[in-house]
């Protein structure tokens, strides 16, 4: 059990669109959601935290109305890249927690993003 | 902010020989986790160690947690060519919001030749 979804796992777009990322907890009510970002040779960097109903809580240095998350249940989480540069290709990861283990996050398969 | 380090940053190395990641940072965890990534996906849990001077085995891997909870060791006997990947650790630690995150280390990528 405990299986996260990501779609689609590649896209490609032309600088200037956006692009919507769907996180999905297969199995499970995820409490929270987390979005990271990890560049090529680079480590995951925790971008957001969201939870059901709520807005999310976005880090230090990631622009809340470039990145817009929507968490409308607890099994979905979408993070939507508006008006794509090429600096924002990245590999974007979410991750899920349940309720009573909040210290197991369990990953999705990742999604590229490419910006021409 | 946490920050942890890892080293080495990469390891190459041939089928059978022994290695040691380091994982190492100046705050206090509330507990670690070992993940391994592979190309084009996401990562993998690999173990959690919670108490201080914790040791913990899985197969040809043995974890350990420092006496500080502040750094933490992975030491892979006689690797394989399947053990290559991105090996990160990360610590849990309770943010500003109240909720648990993980901050994870720089990362060390193994690559095992045959």
């Known amino acids: 059990g405990a299986v996260v979804s990501q779609h689609p796992s590649r896209v490609i777009c032309k600088s200037g669109t956006s692009v919507k990322i769907e996180c999905r907890s297969l199995d499970f009510q995820a409490t929270t959601m987390f979005w990271y970002r990890q560049f090529p040779k680079q480590s995951l960097m925790l971008m957001a935290t969201s939870n059901e109903g709520s807005k999310a809580t976005y880090e230090q240095g990631v622009e809340k109305d470039k990145f817009l998350i929507n968490h409308a249940s607890l099994t979905l989480s979408t993070l939507t890249v508006t008006s794509a540069h090429p600096e924002d290709s990245s590999f974007y990861i979410c991750?899920?927690?349940?309720?009573?283990?909040?210290?197991?996050?369990?990953f999705g398969p990742g999604t590229r993003l490419t910006v021409l | 902010t946490q920050l942890l380090e890892q080293s080495p940053q990469f390891l190459s190395i041939q089928e059978g020989e022994n290695l040691t990641v380091y994982c190492n940072s100046s705050?206090?965890?509330?507990?670690l986790q070992w993940y391994r990534q592979e190309p084009g996906e996401g990562p993998v849990l690999l173990v959690t160690v919670v108490t201080g001077g914790e040791v913990k085995k899985l197969k040809r891997l043995t974890f350990q947690f420092g006496d500080a909870r502040k750094d933490s060791s992975l030491h892979i006997t006689a690797a394989q060519p399947g053990d290559t990947g991105l090996y990160l650790c990360a610590g849990v630690h309770l943010r500003y919001t109240g909720r648990r995150a993980l901050t994870f280390g720089s990362g060390t990528r193994l690559q095992v030749q045959p």
């Open positions: 991750s899920a927690t349940r309720t009573g283990v909040p210290d197991t996050q369990y």
């Open positions: 705050s206090v965890f509330s507990s």
